[in-house]
Nanobody, 129 residues
Framework: EVQLQASGGGLVQAGGSLRLSCATS????????IAWIRQAPGKERVGVSC????????YYDDSVKGRFTVSSDNAKYTVYLQMNSLKPEDTAVYYC??????????????????????WGKGTLVTVSS
């Protein structure tokens, strides 16, 4: 059974940092593409970052470039999202999602989530001003 579990959210002041974790199981982690997606209140889901696990390639939405860093610990089948210099507009529920297909690979490079067919429950990040 494929499982993804995002954790690490919380309340932080603007300018602060949080590290989200996405623990995974049940699929070939080394061959996967794992995206972070967020959904702010009343808004659509938006891709934030993505990592191609085998290549180690990383991609970011312009809104988080230079502030967020995605990484993986392949031995733990876990992906992290280090979020620095947080802004109130980063407030959202953050999800991690995984795919292993060619479509997922293209989505990853586009920092999008189509083709990511396995999703975890989100974790709420609230940034106060």
């Amino acid at each position: 059974e494929v499982q993804l579990q995002a954790s690490g959210g919380g309340l932080v002041q603007a300018g602060g940092s949080l590290r989200l974790s996405c623990a995974t199981s049940g699929f070939r982690f080394d061959d996967s593409y794992i995206a972070w997606i967020r959904q702010a209140p009343g808004k659509e889901r938006v891709g934030v970052s993505c990592i191609m696990i085998s290549a180690g390639s990383t991609y970011y939405d312009d809104s988080v470039k230079g502030r967020f860093t995605v990484s993986s610990d392949n031995a733990k089948y876990t992906v992290y999202l280090q979020m620095n210099s947080l802004k109130p507009e980063d407030t959202a529920v953050y999800y991690c999602a995984a795919g292993t297909t060619a479509q997922a690979m293209v989505a990853c490079s586009d920092v999008d989530y189509y083709g990511m067919d396995s999703w975890g429950k989100g974790t709420l990040v609230t940034v106060s001003s």
